[in-house]
């Protein structure tokens, strides 16, 4: 099974992970032209909705939350500005239409939901978003917590990263794909890829210690890498900027990693 899966280059979707594909995640991108509108629907997951770029409007209902109406949402054009950015949480049943108020991108992430938590629909503004510097050198990378675990969900994590041109990104290789909590969590992960300017290309590798995993792939614009399990660094050539958006669920929502331990010599550096 190839873990890249290719872009659409025309259409309302941009890229799309196929239905059971991953046990626990799910994703698609879409780009939407002004006044178009895209109907949402949770059924027994849970999403967020992440707006990579352009202004929207959010308006729906959640079972035994009421009605919910976002209204000019947006302040980026480009996930590469550096600003983080407006997003939403759906809880499962959530019913809704993303609005488009300009030309926009939008992503919808999607992990299991439960019913029995009282988790309702909300907002998250880009002013609530932990963001912070992660590595040194030519490894240093630029990360946005949109939905991270120390915020309220069932099942999904979310985050944004920008690395600079030249330089590699979830990095030394890590992986968390063995249920050994304190030391480790089972999660699944995609990666869904922006390249600036846009003709440019990332690698990515996805690999297992054991390599019954080892793809090394040539990464577009908005193409998506499959992540089930495994070490899953990227390399950015010099000349263009790399942005991932990851969305990662599992079990347990923790988030602990474990370090390739052929490469863990280079956290000493």
């Given at each position: ?19 059971g ?69 759906l ?47 030519a490894?240093?990378?630029?990360v ?77 614009n ?32 923790v ?15």
């Amino acid at each position: 099974m190839s873990l890249l899966v290719k872009s659409k280059a025309r259409g309302r979707t941009m890229v799309e992970l196929a239905e059971g594909e991953l046990q626990y995640v799910g994703f698609a991108a879409y780009r939407l032209s002004l006044g178009e509108t895209l109907p949402v629907a949770a059924g027994d997951k849970e999403l967020c909705l992440v707006l990579l770029s352009g202004r929207i409007g959010i308006h729906g209902e959640a079972p035994g939350q009421g009605a919910f109406n976002w209204d000019n949402l947006g302040d980026r054009q480009s996930v590469f500005e550096d600003k983080s950015p407006f997003a939403a949480y759906l809880p499962p049943g959530s019913q809704a239409q993303v609005v488009a108020l300009s030309d926009a991108q939008v992503a919808v992430c999607a992990a299991p939901g439960s019913t029995t938590t009282d988790l309702g629909p909300r907002l998250i503004r880009p002013e609530t978003m932990k963001r912070s510097v992660r590595g040194k050198g030519a490894n240093t990378r630029y990360v946005c917590d949109i939905l991270p675990d120390s915020e309220p969900a069932h099942s999904l994590l979310v985050v944004e990263v920008r690395t600079p041109s030249g330089h590699s990104s979830s990095y030394p290789p890590h992986k968390h794909d063995t249920d050994d909590l304190p030391h480790q969590s089972f999660l699944e992960e995609t990666y869904y890829h922006q390249i600036n300017p846009p003709q440019g290309f990332v690698f990515q590798r996805v690999y297992t210690d054991d390599r019954s995993i080892d793809q090394a792939m040539a990464v577009e614009n908005s193409d998506l890498v499959v992540v089930p399990k495994g070490y899953h660094p990227v390399s950015v050539p010099y000349g263009y900027e790399s942005y991932y958006l990851n969305v990662m669920a599992g079990p347990k929502r923790v988030w602990q990693f474990h370090n390739d331990p052929q490469h863990s010599w280079l956290l000493d550096l």
